[in-house]
């Protein structure tokens, strides 16, 4: 995972986030302490490969040194998700936005359960990787089912080119 322009080895428990220079865990950079942090998404760049979340606090302070916010990446959506995941059960959850209720007022929708709020995501986010992976298998069964449809359907007499 990257944070910033280099690479760092990263370690979450349940009470801080640290990271080192290598996997080593020798030399220790940083170690972040958990608390009022929330997750944001960032907006891939135009030409990044990268996927990107950030690390921010509620209470609008800097996170690391002079940053407002940490922004992560990773190579793969699902590093990402995978993250995100292991940030929701260490009790950092993500930015929520207010939902608006049928007379326009805005609701706070936050549980304040913190157990009940990490189901919820788990369960959200495999639901997610469910519907992701019956797309890319129907975008990739409906060429095929096309293909014999077209194939069998064919009247034999149209099969066989004239010599």
């Not at 979450?12 to 972040?32: G, I, N, Q, R, V």
Request: with cysteine; proline share 4%.
């Amino acid at each position: 995972m990257k944070g910033g322009s280099k690479e760092y080895w990263f370690v979450l428990t349940a009470e801080s986030l640290s990271w080192y220079k290598d996997e080593e865990e020798k030399e220790k950079k940083y170690m972040l302490p958990l608390d009022n942090l929330k997750i944001r998404d960032v907006e891939k760049g135009f030409m990044s490969n990268k996927h990107v979340f950030a690390i921010f606090n509620t209470e609008q302070r800097n996170v690391y040194k002079d940053l407002r916010q940490i922004e992560l990446a990773c190579d793969s959506q699902e590093d990402v998700d995978s993250w995100k995941a292991s940030f929701l059960r260490a009790g950092v959850y993500p930015e929520k936005d207010q939902a608006e209720n049928e007379d326009g007022v805005q609701e706070n929708t936050f549980s304040m359960d913190p157990q009940l709020e990490r189901q919820v995501e788990t369960i959200r986010n495999l639901v997610d990787s469910y519907v992701a992976i019956i797309n890319k298998s129907i975008r990739d069964l409906m060429p095929k089912t096309i293909m014999h449809l077209m194939i069998n359907n064919t009247p034999p007499e149209e099969m066989y080119l004239p010599s």
